[in-house]
Nanobody, 124 residues
Framework: QVQLVESGGGLVQAGDSLRLSCAAS????????MAWFRQAPGKEREFVAA????????YYADSVKGRFTISRDNAKNTVYLQMNSLKPEDTAVYYCAARPTFVPPKTVTEYPYWGQGTQVTVSP
C-alpha cells in the first residue's frame, strides 16, 4: 500500500510558477511509476505528466508540454511537478498517483494509489 501526500498548491497569477511535491510513505516508491493528474470543476480528471519508475523517461499532456516538468527523487520518496508560465486554464485540483509498473499509463483507472489532491488556482 502506497500512501501519497501532495503539497505546494496555492493561488498565483498567470505567468507565475509553482512546484508541487508528492511524498510517498512506501519504501518501495522506486518500484512505482508516478504520475500527476488534475481535475478542474465540472470536468473529468485528466493526465498531466508521468515518470517511469527508473526516472529515465517522462511523458506530458500536450497542454502542459514545455511548461511543466516532472521529476522524482527516489532517495526522498518524492515526485515533483514544476509548473512554469501558468495559465488560468491550469486551475484545478492536482493529484499524485502511483502504479507498481515500469511504464506509466495515462488513464485514471489504471492507478491504484492516489493522494488527496492540492488546489492550484491561477488568476488572470
Amino acid at each position: 500500500q502506497v500512501q501519497l501526500v501532495e503539497s505546494g498548491g496555492g493561488l498565483v497569477q498567470a505567468g507565475d510558477s509553482l512546484r508541487l511535491s508528492c511524498a510517498a510513505s512506501e519504501r518501495t516508491f522506486s518500484s512505482n511509476a508516478m504520475a500527476w493528474f488534475r481535475q478542474a470543476p465540472g470536468k473529468e480528471r485528466e493526465f498531466v505528466a508521468a515518470h517511469t519508475r527508473s526516472g529515465g523517461s517522462t511523458y506530458y499532456a500536450d497542454s502542459v508540454k514545455g511548461r511543466f516538468t516532472i521529476s522524482r527523487d527516489n532517495a526522498k520518496n518524492t515526485v515533483y511537478l514544476q509548473m512554469n508560465s501558468l495559465k488560468p486554464e491550469d486551475t484545478a485540483v492536482y493529484y499524485c498517483a502511483a502504479r507498481p509498473t515500469f511504464v506509466p499509463p495515462k488513464t485514471v483507472t489504471e492507478y491504484p494509489y492516489w493522494g488527496q489532491g492540492t488546489q492550484v488556482t491561477v488568476s488572470p
